[in-house]
């Protein structure tokens, strides 16, 4: 059996070219064989195409950074057969897939002091971690979780430098405070990457070194209005709302559908997508595929780094609005609240106008019922005007 992929390959050599491209290859490989294996085929239709090769070499597929040994069933059946193969950064990239990793091994650098030289192969196993942290396309100084994996595994090996080593990690500009999870950016999503960093973070503050101030909201209006849809459809209390939403439904249909209107939908660190599109199904409005849909939308990071925060959640926004989505679909509270109340910021961030309402899945269910008081849309920043 063999598999074919349809395949973008990144191209861009710094010597020669002003802007990068993309150049399309078919590829049939058995699903044993790997992505370096596949990469290889790919040059011998293009000799002059290069990428990273060894035991460590990354690269990113649809977005997600993961190893070249990966075997392409796995990639077959996380990606699908139709992929985008960038560099690890592009904006690093020196010929093709190959980048240049000078700030990756910067961030050994930051505690060489305090390992030793035999540590620096481990540091390198964790290339992925550095390239699928998010924060670092905001602020390329950002120390990276590959930092922080590395620095929890160091401080308890070299306990002796605990504190110097803790007191790189607190960094209040590139440090720690702003991490984003990597679920969604590195494949296979990595199992321990957040057990360092809470491990860290608990480490601080049993020095004193207290966490900054986070993104909190008091509306309860997600939580009134889910329960205003539960009601209506005659739903008691059940631990997984959405999903006994969307099954109710399956015996009703839209009193004023969406047929007209196209939605972004927001999965933030969710993994949800099924549900919603369930949702999104029966209220008739078309859904946009949105490269950011897991994208941190930056409440986790405001307003320490408010800049930060901004930009991320705007970007999330703009692909919606640049798609011809004419709302976002949010399910997390946090989340729905951020994107909601600071579109105004966003803009100032992003230096162009952010304005698309946002709406959680009860709001929508319950408009394409003609049971939800559209009063209450009042209260929106962005007032969704396409609701009459």
Known sequence: MTFSFSVSIFRFNAKTDYLPYYKKHTLTLSPQDSLAQALAQAKTQDPLFDYPQGEHAAVKVNGVALS???????????????????????????????????????????????????????FESLICLHYGSETLAYNPRFYGAAFFVFAKEMMEK???????????VADPENGIWLHTPLAFTVFPAPANVEECVDALKKALAQKGVQAPQAFTTKSQQ???TTAALLEV?????????????????????????????????????????????RLVAFSGAKTASLSRAHHHCGAALYPHAKEIALKMAGDILLEAYDTGCDFVLVDDALDFAFLETNQNAMSTAVNRGVKIPVLTPAQLILLALGEFDKTALSSHTVKPTFVD
């Open 68 to 122: 070249t040994a990966t075997s392409l069933q796995d990639i077959k059946a996380t990606f699908g057969t139709e992929l985008t193969i960038d560099a690890l950064s592009s904006r690093r990239a020196t010929k093709d897939l190959i980048i240049d990793t000078q700030d990756f091994y910067e961030r050994f650098d930051l505690l060489a002091p305090y390992v030793q030289k035999v540590d620096r192969e481990y």
């Open 158 to 168: 070299y306990y002796e430098f605990k504190d110097q080593i803790l007191a790189v």
């Open 222 to 224: 997600p939580a009134k």
């Open 233 to 277: 459809l005659g739903i008691g209390e059940v631990q997984s709302p959405l999903e006994a939403i969307a099954d109710a439904l399956q015996t009703r249909a839209p009193k004023h559908p969406f047929t007209a209107f196209k939605v972004g939908v927001y999965l933030g660190g969710q993994n949800n997508a099924s549900t919603l599109e």
